[in-house]
C-alpha cells in the first residue's frame, strides 16, 4: 500500500500558506465610505467604487501568484523528467515505459513554455531555488499587517519538492523498479495537481490558466491508471 499521504498533507500546508495570503490580500480591498448625508436610498443601496490605489496592489499579487507558480513548477517538473528517464531505461512493464515517455514529451514541453513566459513577463531567466530561499514583494508588509504568513513562508514548501531529487536516489537502486517509481510518482503527480489547482484560483495570465488546466486533467488521469496497474501487479500491496 503507498503510504506518502502525511508527506503530501505536509508539502500542501507550507504551499497553502502563501496562496491563502493572496486570497486574504485580494478580498480584504479597502472601500469607500458611504455618503451619510445623502438620504437617497437607491444612492446609499449602491455600492461604493474600490479605492484606485488597490487596484494596482491586486494586479500585482495576482502576477506574483504566476511567478512563483513558475518558479515552484519547474523544478517540480524536471524531477518528473528525470524519474521518466529512469523509468525508460529500467521499467520491466512496457505500459510504463510508455507513460515515461509521454510524462518528458509533456512536461519538457510545459518547462519550455514557462521558461518562455517568464522570461516575457518579468524581464529574466528562471531563478534556481534553493531551501529557504524567498521572493521579496511589497505584498509581504500587507501579509504581516494581515497576521497572515507572507509568500516566503508559502515557498518554504519548495523545500519538500527538493526534497523529492532525493527519491532520485531511491528509485535509482530500487529492487522492484516499476512498483518504487508508482510509489513515488503518484504522491509527486497529486503534489503537482494541487499547486495547479491553486494557482487557478489567482493566475493573471491566461495561458498559466490553461495550463494548470491541463495539468489537472493530464496529471489526474495518470495518477488513476498508475493506480489501477499498482493494484493489478501488487494486489498484496494494495490489501
Do not use: C
Request: charged share 15%; proline share 6%; aromatic share 6%.
Amino acid at each position: 500500500m503507498i503510504h506518502r499521504q502525511p508527506i503530501l498533507y505536509s508539502l500542501a500546508g507550507l504551499l497553502a500558506g502563501g496562496v491563502l495570503t493572496a486570497l486574504i490580500l485580494l478580498t480584504a480591498r479597502p472601500t469607500a465610505p458611504s455618503n451619510s448625508s445623502n438620504s437617497d436610498p437607491v444612492s446609499n443601496s449602491t455600492t461604493a467604487p474600490a479605492n484606485p490605489a488597490s487596484v494596482p496592489v491586486r494586479s500585482r499579487i495576482m502576477g506574483q501568484t504566476d511567478q512563483h507558480f513558475i518558479v515552484m513548477m519547474i523544478p517540480h517538473h524536471e524531477d518528473a523528467v528525470a524519474m521518466a528517464d529512469l523509468a525508460s531505461n529500467r521499467a520491466q512493464h512496457s505500459e510504463l515505459k510508455a507513460l515515461a515517455r509521454s510524462i518528458k514529451t509533456t512536461q519538457t514541453r510545459e518547462i519550455q513554455e514557462m521558461q518562455t513566459w517568464y522570461k516575457q513577463w518579468y524581464g529574466t531567466t528562471v531563478p534556481q531555488w534553493q531551501p529557504g530561499m524567498g521572493i521579496k514583494s511589497p505584498s509581504n508588509q500587507l501579509a504581516r499587517s494581515a497576521g497572515s504568513p507572507g509568500w516566503g513562508m508559502g515557498m518554504m514548501g519548495h523545500r519538500g519538492m527538493m526534497g523529492m531529487r532525493t527519491d532520485l536516489v531511491a528509485l535509482q537502486n530500487a529492487k522492484d523498479f516499476d512498483r518504487t517509481f508508482i510509489e513515488e510518482m503518484i504522491p509527486h503527480h497529486q503534489m503537482a495537481v494541487m499547486m495547479a489547482q491553486m494557482v487557478l484560483t489567482n493566475s493573471q495570465h491566461p495561458e498559466i490558466q490553461r495550463l494548470a488546466e491541463s495539468i489537472v486533467k493530464t496529471q489526474t488521469a495518470e495518477i488513476n491508471q498508475m493506480q489501477q496497474w499498482y493494484q493489478t501487479w501488487y494486489p498484496s500491496q494494495t490489501q
